[in-house]
């Protein structure tokens, strides 16, 4: 049977998949880089992470057929360099699309309502009675969401914004003539996004063209009473002009499932109120989960198996 190196553990549904059609190699922990391709000698496949670095020294292993990462981001793989070594890619799309929408709804609404510095005011003993000028926040019905990025997820977080009677705006690569029939949404620039928008949500996948999208300008473009909610990747995140954002209220708040240098946090953004701040759960969901490792596992077992992988990147 072909080896198959799986970086970390992953949920039960994913590994009883791989068990009867190959060996199985899984790192009982995160791996160090450099480890995954001493680990992966003479593997056929590797089921990684979005942690996992992918680099030449890994693609470059004898045998190697396939990468198959239990993530939709494949910003953590060359993929060029994949590509020039004809080894399959692999990546989870749609499964989690749901589960990242409903973080970013929560985050809006976290963030809209103040509920990290509240639950800290209450805790901290400090609630002494119903108080008119406590801990005012903004209201999200009926306000405008930008959406930065409509692919799947940012399309579920439109819909999700429906029920919210929100109006939608969005900045895209493509024209989405469908989303905007669906959720009346219209396409804007990024400036007019920046300006006009109460709440931006960010779903872009990173990328050399999406690096610092929210920027030190774009921030300054923002309302003082809007906020921004991301849980794509940090890096599209200009993180220490958002601390400066925030540290001056120029804007109101920002809730961030995703960090520029993670998991390390700027430290700006854990002296902050208003900043909501969660360790990179939006597809955490027991469901969601276990069918990202299914998921990874049979676009894995596709490749080994010859048959046309489902979910190709590269
Ligand atoms: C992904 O799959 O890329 C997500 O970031 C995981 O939550």
Not at 163 to 174: D, I
Not at 278 to 297: E, G, Y
Request: glycine share 8%.
């Amino acid at each position: 049977m072909p080896r198959v190196l799986v970086t970390r553990p992953i949920p039960e549904a994913g590994l009883a998949l791989l068990f009867p059609h190959v060996t199985v190699e899984m790192s009982p922990g995160p791996l160090q880089p450099g480890e995954i391709a001493r680990r992966g000698e003479g593997c056929a496949g590797i089921l990684c992470q979005l942690t996992d670095k992918i680099g030449a020294d890994v693609l470059d292993l004898p045998g190697l057929r396939v990468v198959a990462t239990m993530s939709v981001g494949t910003d953590h793989i060359d993929l060029a360099a994949a590509r020039k070594r004809f080894v399959t890619v692999t990546n989870t799309p749609g499964c989690l699309t749901e589960a990242t929408a409903e973080l970013a709804f929560a985050l809006i609404l976290a963030t809209a309502r103040r509920l990290g510095e509240a639950e800290r005011f209450l805790r901290a003993g400090r609630f002494k009675g119903w108080d008119p000028m406590l801990l005012q926040g903004q209201t999200i019905v009926g306000k405008r969401l930008g959406i930065l990025g409509a692919g799947r997820i940012g399309q579920e977080v439109a819909r999700m914004a429906k029920g919210f009677r929100m109006e939608v705006v969005y900045h895209s690569r493509l024209a989405e003539p469908e989303f905007e029939k669906e959720c009346g949404a219209r396409a804007v620039s990024k400036d007019e996004l920046a300006a006009t928008s109460d709440v931006v949500s960010i779903h872009t996948p990173l990328t050399a063209e999406t690096k610092h999208l929210v920027d030190a300008a774009f921030l300054a473009r923002m309302k003082p009473s809007a906020i921004l909610v991301n849980t794509s990747r940090g890096p599209v995140v200009d993180e220490g002009a958002l601390v400066d954002a925030l540290r001056q209220n120029r804007i109101f708040a920002a809730g961030l499932d995703v960090f520029e240098g993670e998991p390390a946090v700027h430290p700006g953004l854990l002296e902050l109120e208003n900043a909501i701040l969660l360790p990179h759960i939006a597809s955490a969901t027991v469901d969601t989960r276990n069918r990202m490792a299914v998921m990874a596992a049979e676009n894995l077992l596709a490749v080994l198996g010859g048959r046309a992988a489902p979910n190709c990147v590269a």
